[in-house]
């Protein structure tokens, strides 16, 4: 992303000069955070078959291991800590550098677990850690940049996610087979304490600033008036539909296709994770703030515009999705792979931005915490999981290839949030706020 334009909010005098770099400045930095998110998160998806030739795990438990064992108290948490982020007297940096820390020193004991029970709880720390990231952090950049300028800014942090799976498949894979998959998880998550003290030192609560020059704020909303304004919304209702079986599919297929990979096409793990990320890591992230960027320009235009790239593209990739999957070739089928990749990713920036523009701003983190519930109690919560379920019970009429026929169905069922995204879109231009 380009966020030099999102940014210049009155570039000119010195004091907007100042904000607007202060603002650069917030940005790259939540972007490593959320790299750092992603890379803890996911880099058990590389070491998922190592991992369970070490322990002795069925598929069944590397998915619980992959999905729920994070996702539930990621999810279940997420929503109090994001009502704590909404109150006007919270810091939602610090809270930030503490998810930081916890999740990030929890991603370093998985590498320690020897059973599958040790490992079972220790991620279930890290994602009790990254419960508290995403919701301030969306609430901080929509508190830092202008409506218009939105869809760009909060796709541009969406960065993270690619970039840091892209980030945990190429050292996943290279550390594991160098020295295994437990140095691995302990090197990935050690940095992050470091990060956690860069996040208090360099950034600062706008809240504060704003306190000092204004200090009439508007009254914090009870919990039941924040529930009925999102859930009034019809168009908040049908992203949250749309992006939960968006994660579904995405977080069910980030790892089982590598397991594709090395089952069907007999990749490594490192070529496995090189490929993928270098292919599909690089093709989501262009995705990404490929999204933002449309959202942005097309969405100044006509509101609805803002989600007709997710709307009209997940539909148009899904036979493509499917032919990936089909061929024999392994580089043919990467290839085939790359434009699903591009448009499935194109929907953070303008979905996020939707949510944060369709409720007031004490309504904001609770309001993207209730997205991140939904995509991470169905998405990461279920979709690897049931993945691996669905593969084993394939398994004894496919055996090894039990993986491609799963992946086959969710070509296809990629069909269901671009529908959603297209009834969400003909709302907009009557539910989306002016701030």
């Not at 020193?105 to 040790?118: H, I, K, S």
């Not at 301030?136 to 950049?141: C, E, G, M, Q």
């Not at 968006?246 to 090189?274: D, N, P, Q, V």
Request: overall charge positive; charged content about 15%.
């Amino acid at each position: 992303m380009n966020e030099k334009p999102a940014l210049a909010m009155g570039a000119g005098s010195p004091p907007a000069d100042s904000a607007a770099a202060q603002t650069r400045a917030m940005l790259w930095i939540l972007l490593i955070v959320y790299i750092f998110n992603f890379l803890d998160r996911q880099i058990v998806n590389i070491l998922a078959e190592p991992i369970k030739a070490d322990l002795g795990l069925t598929d069944t438990e590397l998915g619980l291991l992959a999905g729920p064992a994070f996702a539930v108290f990621y999810a279940l948490l997420g929503v109090p800590i994001a009502r704590h982020a909404d109150r006007d007297g919270s810091n939602r940096v610090r809270l930030i550098a503490l998810a930081l820390a916890i999740w990030s020193a929890m991603t370093a004991v998985c590498g320690l677990a020897q059973n599958f029970v040790q490992l079972l709880f220790a991620r279930i720390g890290v994602g009790v850690g990254e419960a508290g990231c995403t919701p301030a952090a969306h609430s901080l950049i929509t508190d830092s940049v202008p409506a218009e300028k939105r869809s760009s800014a909060i796709a541009f942090y969406g960065l993270g996610v690619p970039v840091g799976s892209l980030l945990g498949l190429i050292l996943g894979g290279i550390v594991n087979d160098l020295y295994g998959w437990r140095i691995a998880l302990m090197l990935v998550g050690a940095p992050g304490l470091l990060l956690a003290l860069v996040v208090l030192l360099f950034l600062r609560e706008p809240r504060h600033r704003r306190a000092a020059e204004a200090p009439a704020t508007p009254a914090r909303l009870p919990a039941g008036a924040a529930m009925r304004e999102i859930f009034g919304s019809r168009a908040f209702v049908y992203i949250l539909i749309a992006a939960s079986v968006t994660a579904f599919l995405g977080y069910g297929k980030a790892l089982w296709t590598i397991s594709f990979f090395i089952r069907s096409h007999g990749l490594s793990t490192t070529e496995a994770g090189l490929s993928m990320a270098v292919v599909l890591g690089l093709a989501a992230a262009f995705g990404t703030w490929l999204g933002g960027k449309a959202a942005d320009i097309f969405g100044r235009r006509d509101k609805r515009h803002i989600l007709t790239l997710p709307a009209y593209g997940m539909a148009i990739v899904a036979p493509l999705l499917f032919l990936g999957y089909h061929m024999e070739d392994w580089r043919i089928a990467m290839a085939l792979l790359i434009v699903p990749s591009i448009v499935n990713s194109a929907y953070y920036g303008p979905a996020y931005a939707c949510v944060q523009g369709l409720v007031r701003p004490q309504a904001r983190a609770v309001a993207a915490s209730i997205m991140l519930f939904g995509q991470n109690l169905i998405g990461l919560g279920f979709g690897p999981f049931l993945f691996g379920v669905l593969s084993d019970a394939l398994a004894p009429t496919y055996g090894e290839e039990s993986v491609r026929y799963v992946l086959y169905g969710a070509a296809w069922l990629g069909l269901i949030p671009a529908f959603f995204f297209w009834r969400a879109s003909l709302r907009l231009g009557r539910e989306l706020k002016s701030g």
